[in-house]
């Protein structure tokens, strides 16, 4: 990421190397060209997933910052961005946390639940200081979500914990990268939505606005924060729904802490299009979609999201 005055020195940069040149465009027409490139390089961060991995920058800017997201893999996955305590990293990760998680999801596979939460006591005390911070919500294969969030300076860990055919977590295959956010702001403003959506534990998910076809930017604001039963907060995910979707798998595939959940594949006839992860209480995050005619739902990583009313469908007619 740069600062708004390197941006205005690169763009003034360009321009006189454009005066230099001749081309068959005017030198207006490729200097806005120019401009518009580099302002869009600048304004947004690019992150790749081709299999098990995240392909984007190891330090960026703190504020705003929009992440385009571009799922090339043949697998579902989501980014979520963990705020470490200070002095905590990625090492502290691989001999501290994932032991746990990794041994507790073993048992749980093999139908002894009860010891499976149990051995996620031994979690560190330092883990439950963690600040999730936001990220986009999950995204199908082939697809690209597009996601806005606020970020504090400090040393943040990118994760997907979606889970392999075998159980194991695509965090344990690689979807763990260190990411140093710097005190130096971006400078970037949110955007403006033109679909307010608020999530509570309380509450559950309720939206205004005007659900048509077309693109939206849909903010998701986060009006409180509490762990559920499988021990984490809630998110906002949109889904599009086909003829042959199961609701009841859908809500059950939601849920981490069985077997079942989250596990790839996703259940048939879902298609799973970004959203907003797990934010603190009072933050606002920003996600864009396209919509077509048909069935749709905004959905929570929760258990029992339908209870909770945290999956709410709605139709996007012709």
């Given at each position: 990421?740069k600062?708004?005055?390197?941006?205005?020195?690169?763009?003034?940069l360009?321009?006189?190397?454009?005066?230099?040149k001749?081309?068959?465009?005017?030198?207006?027409?490729?200097?806005?060209?120019?401009?518009?490139?580099i302002?869009?390089?600048?304004?947004?961060?690019?992150?790749?997933?081709?299999?098990?991995?995240f392909?984007?920058?190891?330090?960026?800017?703190?504020?705003?910052?929009?992440?385009i997201?571009k799922?090339l893999?043949?697998?579902?996955?989501?980014f979520?961005?963990?705020?470490?305590?200070?002095g905590?990293?990625?090492?502290?990760?691989?001999?501290?946390?994932?032991?746990p998680?990794?041994?507790?999801?073993?048992?749980i596979n093999?139908g002894?639940?009860?010891?499976?939460?149990a051995?996620?006591?031994?979690?560190?005390e330092?883990?439950?200081?963690?600040?999730?911070?936001?990220g986009?919500?999950?995204?199908?294969p082939?697809?690209?979500?597009?996601?806005?969030?606020?970020?504090?300076?400090?040393?943040?860990?990118?994760?997907?914990?979606?889970?392999?055919?075998?159980?194991k977590?695509?965090t344990?295959?690689?979807?763990?990268?260190?990411?140093?956010?710097?005190?130096?702001?971006?400078?970037?403003?949110?955007?403006?939505?033109?679909?307010?959506?608020?999530?509570?534990?309380n509450?559950?998910?309720?939206?205004?606005g005007?659900?048509?076809?077309?693109?939206?930017?849909f903010?998701?604001?986060?009006?409180?924060?509490?762990?559920?039963?499988?021990?984490?907060?809630?998110?906002?995910?949109?889904?599009?729904?086909?003829?042959?979707?199961?609701?009841?798998?859908l809500?059950?595939?939601?849920?981490?802490?069985?077997?079942?959940?989250?596990?790839?594949p996703?259940?048939?006839?879902?298609?799973?299009?970004?959203?907003?992860n797990?934010?603190?209480?009072?933050?606002t995050?920003?996600?864009?979609?396209?919509?077509?005619?048909?069935?749709?739902?905004?959905?929570?990583?929760?258990p029992?999201?339908?209870?909770?009313?945290?999956?709410?469908?709605?139709?996007?007619?012709?």
């Amino acid at each position: 990421m740069k600062t708004n005055q390197n941006l205005y020195f690169l763009i003034i940069l360009l321009v006189l190397s454009v005066n230099c040149k001749s081309d068959k465009k005017s030198n207006t027409e490729v200097k806005e060209i120019l401009i518009e490139e580099i302002e869009n390089k600048s304004n947004t961060i690019e992150i790749v997933t081709r299999s098990m991995e995240f392909q984007c920058p190891d330090t960026i800017s703190s504020g705003w910052n929009t992440f385009i997201y571009k799922n090339l893999s043949n697998e579902t996955h989501f980014f979520l961005m963990d705020k470490y305590p200070e002095g905590k990293t990625i090492e502290n990760t691989l001999k501290d946390v994932v032991p746990p998680f990794e041994k507790g999801m073993d048992l749980i596979n093999q139908g002894n639940s009860e010891k499976g939460f149990a051995e996620f006591g031994n979690l560190p005390e330092w883990f439950f200081n963690v600040v999730f911070s936001g990220g986009s919500g999950l995204i199908g294969p082939k697809n690209t979500s597009i996601t806005t969030i606020k970020l504090e300076p400090g040393y943040y860990i990118m994760e997907c914990y979606v889970k392999m055919p075998n159980g194991k977590f695509h965090t344990s295959m690689g979807m763990a990268k260190p990411i140093i956010v710097t005190q130096e702001n971006s400078g970037n403003l949110p955007p403006t939505p033109d679909v307010e959506i608020t999530i509570s534990k309380n509450e559950g998910i309720n939206y205004s606005g005007n659900l048509t076809k077309g693109e939206h930017i849909f903010s998701v604001y986060f009006k409180d924060q509490a762990p559920h039963e499988h021990f984490i907060g809630h998110d906002v995910n949109l889904v599009k729904l086909d003829a042959n979707a199961d609701l009841e798998k859908l809500e059950a595939w939601m849920n981490w802490s069985t077997p079942f959940g989250l596990k790839t594949p996703v259940p048939e006839g879902v298609t799973f299009l970004g959203g907003v992860n797990e934010s603190p209480a009072g933050a606002t995050g920003y996600f864009k979609a396209t919509l077509t005619s048909g069935k749709y739902a905004f959905i929570s990583e929760v258990p029992e999201s339908k209870k909770k009313n945290m999956l709410k469908i709605f139709n996007i007619s012709e």
